[in-house]
DNA sequence: TACCCTATTGGACTAAGGTCCAATTTACAC
DNA sequence: GTGTAAATTGGACCTTAGTCCAATAGGGTA
């Protein structure tokens, strides 16, 4: 059982507006962090021990929301972002959803609407966070596979038979049997099905013939 | 060998926006139908012939782009969305947005931008095509299975062994022996591989044990 | 009632997958 | 040079999967 606290972080250089929002979020239940500009944030160790939301100001001294989103966007972390803004306009908002946000809420707002919007941030973090880890621990046991193996792997998971295999690799049936049955093991799956499912989760794609 | 010609739909009260908008995107080579209404729109029968978009006026008379938009999510169409606007504001671009809009444009507008905006939504759509026609394939098969042998199916994608299902269906493993037979000869496939490839696809799941 | 579809099973095989033990070869690191 | 990991193969066996032919039984329709 792994703890899953959810978290809220705030990024807005005006003092007066984190704290108003510190409030709100944490009478809505959430754990919150402020920082008072992009730079702080990017300066925080990165959060594992939840899904996490980032509410931003689109526009800060220094590096603006809308870069902090692109930053975010390479490092890859499941937080997602909320944007607010005093003075934002439609091509503003339209980049910052193309780019994933789960909303940009002009000022003012009603605080229903970004409770809401954060629940759903949340969720969505919670989904990616969970797909990524699911995708770690999958790649874990690839990384176990030699060459040849995952080779075979590959020729496994697109359905051919042992012989057909054995023919694209210029080996005999025995030798794929060996490294399938290393495959399987490896990967700690029973049956092809799964292998498959586990294949396709995280990208390994069968060779095309 | 399949015909796919992209058509680009306008819908636009303002009947100089309309041609001004015509003219132009013809010139990009790309076929183009009129509509000066979203009722008007939604009286043409589907185009079926390959990917399409709408370039959508935000406010119209009658039925909004919006309200078109929210009909067209109900009616599966692969018909990609670009909004454009002369009074528009930020609500109403995020909320284009999270409905699916490829783009939401402020007038005036680059010609450059719309039709990058056009590319970008014939891919779209031509995208969600060619993913909705596979499925209908797979389903007309899934189709032609008896209630037994999809059952089955969705056994034997969970990757349980013969005898693992006879013992779920209360039958012989002989029995499960022929359904599985009549399952791959009818879903066309030679392997499980694939099987839970195309199950995947049309969002078959296997059962929880 | 006759007919069709579905579901079920048996017999008799054939082919494919998987495992245990053992051995050889090659490449690369210490 | 010795050791280790990877790749390869053989033999012997057992388990699964898949197929052809044949047969029975129940439900529903023309």
Redesign the pocket.
């Known amino acids: 059982m792994k703890i899953s606290i959810p978290i809220v972080f705030i990024a807005d250089d005006d003092s007066s507006v984190r704290k108003g929002l510190e409030r709100l979020i944490k009478s809505a239940e959430f754990k919150v962090e402020t920082f008072a500009s992009a730079e702080e944030f990017l300066q925080r160790k990165p959060y594992r021990s939840g899904p996490s939301c980032l509410v931003l100001d689109v526009r800060m001294p220094g590096l603006s929301g809308i870069d902090l989103q692109k930053e975010l966007i390479q490092k890859d972390t499941s937080t997602s972002i909320i944007f607010i803004t005093g003075h934002g306009n439609i091509p503003m908002s339209v980049e910052a959803m193309k780019n994933g946000a789960v909303d940009f809420l002009p000022k003012p707002f009603d605080e229903k609407e970004l409770l809401s919007a954060i629940i759903r941030a949340i969720e969505k973090s919670d989904h990616i966070r969970k797909n990524d880890d699911e995708r770690a621990k999958i790649n874990c046991r690839v990384n176990t596979l ?4 995952y080779e075979c792997l590959r020729w496994v998971i697109s359905g051919m ?3 057909q295999i ?1 023919s694209k ?7 794929v ?5 290393r495959v ?2 490896k990967m700690q799956t029973a049956s ?1 099905a799964e292998l498959v499912r586990l294949a396709q989760k995280c990208g390994i794609t069968p060779p095309k013939k």
């Open positions: 030699t060459p040849r193996e038979l042992n012989k054995a690799l210029g080996v005999t049936e025995k030798t049997k060996v490294h399938r049955g399987m093991h092809v």
